[in-house]
């Protein structure tokens, strides 16, 4: 009796390890969690890795300089992928029923200046030699040009595009994944996008503001902030909330544990983080970092060279610039609202969603005046 | 009288781990329902600040190669870009080969070299080395560490943030496979990064810089009186007296790098008792200061506190089971009675027993694994011989008297693998 005891309980204490015992012997999921060591942050690294897999399958395409003679072909890459080499007539041809069902799987390249149809989805690649135009109100997996590329009026792109020169996007368009250019960008209103990378970003119809210059005099200087926690070098921790007056001068870094509102035309020779919300009034000028974690709102005409960071929105209206091209920079938030007549420089990324508007009215408004 | 402390004791012991029971659900339902933070991950363009590496290498000769060679390759502005190497009284070919890099690469790579008399330990060579740092920025990995190319930039984006003064990456055991032993610790190692630090990260509390695959920001460094020599665990030591000066400290999970996992058990026990002891060193330093601060949060003070006690619960645990033994067999076993007994026994043996395994499986369940899971059971081993050891620990460092805060003896974690090891990824 004792025995059967012992050998039920053993069994009873065995059959929970059962399956590890099993996933020891046979090791199916015994690597190391994947850590990609090749991924250096940069911004075009799909575009570089579409690059590269052109010219691995396109040899003949990319070696000859001059593209006089490239004729129109249509092919199949051994992985099954359907292609379609356009040569100077710049358009693609569809076959029936790809015009039928306004849909296309094969991956397009042009050696001159290509111009998309409208209406279509592009469900593959898209690569052009020198430009693009994607035509209007078209579906687009991917893009990449060496020259400037044109998005039309009414599209989604649905994975990345790059250009190698510059970028334009028209109204209502919508870029989902990223969206690069090596020289400019420039996003209409009504469009959106999760992440833009250029040297220069224009955003709106509106001519933007020159650049703008460090306003020094005049200014009043701040020597004693209330409620101070700690204070060691430059930076400052404040207790609550931080009120700096308009016109003020802050040499040094501020972090407050609660809001930060900062007046119009002061200037922060450093960087401000604020536990809550952020506010800058019209024409401040900030030479670090700004960090919130709620919503930043920067009224007209600001400027901030550092990363500009929220964990929540982030609202720029008309006239302010973000970085410089010396110094690109990046704004990053969950959401991004800027108005037209903002530049920035660097990467603009929002992890749900950014919106080109026309005015501050219809955007998220929280903290107060 | 006797009984009566016993009782006591007993149900001080069950608080207390009812309150860390808490703290793992707490930490792995955040981590699988909450709001997600990693506020610095997206930067990735900006005017980069000043940046040292800085690798302390004691016998590193069969890891370090690869360690340096993968720093050269990062992707960072080479004019802001430095790495300091601090050859602690190396007996082997560890000198010759950093000397070798340094020749090569005199722009980039200083080297310093810890004499046979200077001060032992890790803590010593960082205060050391970071004595000839001119840079903002010190990250600080082990020489067995292979970074990414993308590593150094986010680790350095969120010292942008001024309140910042510690960033802590993401440590991924590379040895996976090699036995029972790294699988298991690649399932705790998961639960500790995945869930506990993010979800420290995601709630505002106080995730631990942890020695490697971190930064420091010099300022910070500074305005507490840099590294203390004195201290086993270095890195939990900076975490408390920086977050007492109120800098924070904050967690990227993006962030990931590959370490070696100790592949034998006696190998596993020095490294958890050189832990348990550093640990309760700064326990025995921080607790009070952390309740007397007003430069944190009533969460982060709660946090912090439970933080430092974490090795103190296994000896504890383990009192408590002397404690509850001996009731029962005193006759005393009648703490609880009747209807409260039996719900208070199987809630914790449905809920409270499966903490620590349920933040393991969500973690597992994040990483996206499959049948790794499987292994889950083994970890009552694991935990086992964890707690005894650490129980051993405690108990010689209380045994120690005075000495039992300061102690001074450092082990190093040995190395496995060498020069010619190659990643075999998922």
């Known amino acids: 009796m004792i025995l059967l005891f012992i050998i039920i309980t053993l069994i009873i204490f065995t059959l929970p390890l059962l399956p590890g015992f099993a996933e020891l012997a046979v090791a199916s999921d015994a690597k190391p969690l994947r850590v990609i060591q090749e991924y250096d942050t940069d911004p075009k690294y799909f575009a570089t890795g579409f690059r590269l897999y052109l010219e691995k399958n396109f040899d003949s395409f990319f070696s000859t300089r001059d593209k006089a003679g490239v004729k129109f072909q249509e092919g199949e890459l051994a992985n099954g992928t359907k292609f379609q080499i356009i040569g100077k007539q710049g358009l693609p041809i569809f076959e029936q029923k790809e015009i039928n069902s306004a849909d296309t799987k094969k991956l397009l390249l042009g050696a001159f200046a290509l111009t998309l149809p409208d209406n279509m989805f592009y469900e593959t690649e898209i690569y052009g030699y020198e430009t693009i135009k994607s035509g209007n109100n078209n579906r687009l997996r991917a893009l990449m040009a060496e020259g400037d590329i044109e998005i039309g009026k009414g599209c989604n792109i649905l994975r990345w595009v790059h250009s190698n020169a510059s970028l334009s996007v028209k109204e209502e368009s919508h870029l989902y994944g990223r969206a690069t250019a090596n020289n400019s960008i420039t996003i209409a209103e009504s469009c959106s996008f999760e992440r833009l990378n250029a040297p220069i970003i224009l955003f709106g119809n509106v001519e933007p503001a020159r650049e703008l210059e460090h306003k020094n005099t005049g200014l009043t200087t701040i020597t004693e902030i209330p409620n101070v926690k700690d204070r060691y070098e430059r930076r400052w921790l404040i207790d609550g909330d931080i009120h700096i007056k308009a016109n003020s001068f802050f040499d040094g870094d501020l972090v407050a544990t609660g809001n930060v509102v900062i007046g119009a035309g002061s200037h922060i020779k450093g960087s401000v983080k604020s536990n809550q919300d952020m506010y800058l009034y019209t024409g401040v000028t900030i030479e670090g970092s700004l960090f919130s974690a709620g919503d930043i709102h920067m009224e007209t005409n600001c400027h901030v060279n550092g990363p500009v960071v929220a964990e929540d929105t982030i609202l720029i209206e008309s006239g302010s610039r973000i970085g410089s091209e010396a110094n690109p920079t990046t704004v990053s938030a969950l959401f991004i609202k800027v108005m037209s007549g903002v530049v920035a420089h660097g990467t603009i990324w929002a992890d749900e969603t950014a919106d080109v508007i026309r005015n501050s009215a219809t955007a998220y408004k929280k903290v107060a005046a | ?426």
């Open chain 2, 1 to 426: 009288m006797f009984v009566l402390v016993l009782k006591f004791t007993l149900f001080v012991i069950i608080g207390l781990i009812l309150v860390y029971t808490i703290r793992h659900y707490t930490f792995t339902l955040n981590r699988l329902f909450g709001r997600q933070r990693h506020p610095y991950i997206n930067i990735d363009t900006a005017s980069w600040p000043n940046v040292t590496v800085l690798v302390a290498a004691h016998n590193e000769e069969a890891v370090i190669e690869n360690s340096i060679e993968a720093l050269l390759r990062v992707n960072y502005p080479s004019n802001k870009f430095k790495i300091m190497i601090a050859n602690d009284r190396s007996t082997d070919r560890t000198a010759e080969i950093i000397d070798d890099f340094a020749a090569r690469y005199p722009e980039i790579i200083k080297v310093l070299h810890r004499k046979e008399n200077d001060h032992p330990g890790k803590a010593s060579a960082l205060r050391d080395a970071t004595q000839y740092i001119d840079s903002e920025i010190i990250i600080i990995f082990d020489a067995d560490y292979i970074p990414g190319l993308g590593l150094i930039k986010q680790l350095a984006a969120p010292f942008f943030d001024p309140e910042v003064g510690l960033v802590m990456g993401r440590v991924v055991p590379v040895n996976t496979g090699y036995n029972l032993l790294t699988r298991l610790l690649d399932l705790e190692r998961a639960g500790g990064y995945q869930v506990d630090q993010q979800a420290r990260m995601n709630l505002g509390l106080v995730p631990q810089y942890g020695g490697t695959v971190g930064g420091v920001r010099r300022a910070a460094l500074e305005s507490v009186g840099g590294w203390l020599e004195d201290t086993l665990a270095e890195d939990t030591d900076i975490t408390y007296r920086t977050i007492l000066k109120g800098w924070k400290s904050v967690y990227q999970n993006h962030s990931e790098c590959y370490e070696e996992a100790p592949e034998t058990w006696p190998v596993r026990m020095n490294q958890i008792t050189r832990w348990a002891k550093g640990h309760n060193q700064s326990m025995c330093r921080y607790t009070f200061q952390c309740f007397a601060t007003k430069k944190v949060s009533l969460s982060e003070k709660i946090d912090s506190i439970l933080l430092l006690g974490v090795y103190m619960m296994s000896p504890i645990v383990m009192l408590g089971w002397t404690i509850a033994i001996l009731l029962f067999y005193m006759g005393e076993n009648n703490l609880l009675v009747g209807s409260l007994a039996l719900f208070a026994i199987t809630a914790f043996g449905t809920i409270g027993n499966f903490a620590a395994f349920f933040e393991i499986t969500s973690a597992v369940h994040l990483d996206g694994g499959k049948k790794r899971v499987l292994l889950l059971p083994f970890n009552l081993f694991n935990f086992l011989i964890s707690a005894v050891t650490v129980s051993i620990a405690t108990i010689a460092q209380l045994l120690s008297g005075a000495n039992g805060c300061h102690p001074r003896t450092w082990v190093k974690t040995p190395r496995f693998r060498d020069n010619n090891f190659v990643i075999e990824q998922e």
